[in-house]
């Protein structure tokens, strides 16, 4: 893809969605990382529901180890795989109280915490410190490949690419306006092809 074409793409996006960010409430960052880990196959919607009143009384690692593990399943337990989104988030809270450093901008260490893998590492980085990478979820990986961005079959490889072609200056913007894009405007079903300003890029557009 031509630059002049990203820049077209990122620059529309930037304009449909000028103050794109996470939709996950949060008040801190360990109720961030927190918020990613549980949505997992679950939408951000239902995450802030349970998080509502989760994180009245969750605001520190101690918060969750204090908590009875039945009483932390049962308070996630309408999001999808609560059982060992509980027992990692326990095992995670313990991690963090006795490293806390391990809650930082680097990818590597992030990892080292129960279920963040590296695309939860990226939502975290990219998020609470702005670093300059793109995690792909299936909105994004849905997105970048109508429009020609990448050529991918895997979201963990349209996050690789995207953060290869896209330049730093969108960086900042790239993920959240991907993600808003897909859940949307340029949907699994039924996208708004037309009325969309980036149709003419769009592979999907231009196999109807």
Same mark, same amino acid.
Request: hydrophobic residues 40%; positive net charge.
């Given at each position: ?12 996006? &930037? ?23 549980? *949505? ?37 337990? *309408? ?20 490293? +806390? ?12 915490? +129960? ?14 410190? &702005? ?27 349209? *996050? ?21 894009? &897909? ?7 039924? +996208? ?17």
């Amino acid at each position: 893809m031509q630059k002049k074409d990203i820049d077209y793409i990122f620059q529309t996006l &930037g304009k449909l969605y000028p103050n794109a960010d996470t939709e996950l409430k949060f008040w801190n960052n360990f109720q961030l990382v927190l918020a990613v880990v549980m *949505s997992a196959q679950t939408t951000d919607k239902q995450v802030n529901k349970v998080t509502e009143n989760l994180f009245q009384i969750i605001k520190t690692p101690q918060d969750v180890i204090n908590m009875w593990l039945d009483k932390l399943t049962k308070s996630i337990s *309408s999001v999808n795989y609560y059982n060992n989104k509980a027992k990692h988030i326990y095992e995670l809270s313990k991690m963090l109280d006795k490293e +806390p450093e391990l809650l930082c901008p680097d990818l590597d260490k992030l990892q080292k915490l +129960p279920w963040v893998w590296i695309k939860t590492a990226k939502v975290v980085s990219y998020v609470l410190f &702005g670093s300059k990478v793109i995690a792909a979820d299936t909105h994004v990986h849905r997105v970048a490949n109508r429009l020609w961005l990448v050529d991918t079959k895997t979201p963990e490889k349209t *996050s690789e690419t995207l953060e290869k072609i896209v330049p730093d200056k969108y960086k900042e913007i790239a993920h959240h306006t991907l993600i808003l894009f &897909g859940r949307y405007y340029c949907t699994a079903k039924n +996208p708004k092809c037309s009325t969309c300003e980036l149709a003419k890029l769009c592979k999907y557009k231009k196999s109807l």
